[in-house]
């Protein structure tokens, strides 16, 4: 059973960047698609981005496009997402997910709620 452990989640000014990291402890993360998505008190899940086995196929939700980036190492089975003019809105517990079968399948099951997730690392924008 693969599992998931994010970090680098923390407390910012709007403005301000902070980059996460996601580490797979399986032998498919070198062929499975990664992504990210976020969930604020009291709302539902927000796709965030995802990215294919290669480091291609990049998707981008429009509210982070040009300000998040997303990438990962296969070499040491860690996905990354970088965060740049960080703003209020972007506050949420982010969680990283993962599916062997591509990034349009980890898209729908993001959307859904399935899949597999790490604990959720907690970022914090303050005005």
Known sequence: QVQLFESGGGSVQTGGSLKLSCRHSGRSFSY????????????GRQFVA?????????????????????????????????????????TAVYYC??????TDALRVAIMRGDGIWGQGTQVTVSS
């Not at 980036?69 to 070499?75: L, P, V």
Request: hydrophobic fraction near 30%.
């Open 97 to 102: 997910t993962t599916d062997s079968r591509g």
């Open 32 to 43: 499975s698609a990664m992504g990210w998505f976020r969930q604020a008190p009291g709302k």
């Open 50 to 90: 995802t990215i294919g086995w290669n480091g291609g196929e990049r998707v981008y939700a429009d509210s982070v496009k040009g300000r998040f980036n997303i990438s990962r190492d296969n070499s040491i089975n860690t996905a990354f997402l970088e965060m740049n003019d960080l703003k209020p809105e972007d």
